[in-house]
């Protein structure tokens, strides 16, 4: 089975979970009294990033629907602002960077990861928010720094299990491809064997 193969269930997959959560960042705006403007529109815009980047085939497609997934995250963080969830969406970044892994590429998770790092260093600072529930910018950079030692550990060990499969099933494609040559090379032995005469003759 081809790299390619593997690859198109879990983007399509991916694109529908996009959506998803489009409605599920409005849903939550909606329930903590916010504007379902602001966040909303975060997410659809990552949507529509998403959709675009499969719907073209873009070179990056993988690592897009990466930082399209992580925009969900910021939106449903964002949604819920002053509402005392706001932290537990946190776990959702981390289950996100998990989730992305089936695609089996290192720059993707680099690409969330980047995003996220992003994310929750410059709005600790500029519009906390936006981002936990209570304290300023500034008490909340030692939080913003325990989520970024966990975060890159994750992604640390996510891509180095991405590499392992990457390798074990460039390796079982290369079985695969010398088992199918040796069959064929088998067959052509045993048609000589088997009629000597009608090989002969088309030599």
Known sequence: MRM????????HALLCLAAICATAVTTAAWAAG?????????????SA?????????HPQMKPVLGIALMGQCIAL??????HMWQIDSH????AALAILSVLRDGKTIIAATAVVALHHLSLTIAMPA???PDGTGLSNLGRTGFHAVVVLLEAGTLIYAIRRQNDLMHQQTALADAHAH??????????????????ERHR
Request: glycine share 0%.
């Open 130 to 132: 936006l981002v936990y």
């Open 34 to 46: 916010n504007s379902l403007f602001v966040a909303p529109s975060i997410a659809l815009a990552f």
């Open 91 to 94: 776990m959702v970044f981390f």
């Open 4 to 11: 390619e193969v593997v690859f198109k269930k879990p983007v």
């Open 182 to 199: 040796y069959l064929r090379e088998a067959q052509k032995v045993s048609d000589q064997l088997q009629h000597p005469k009608d090989m």
């Open 77 to 82: 963080t964002a949604a819920l602002s002053n």
């Open 49 to 57: 990033l998403a959709v675009i980047a499969v719907a073209r085939n």
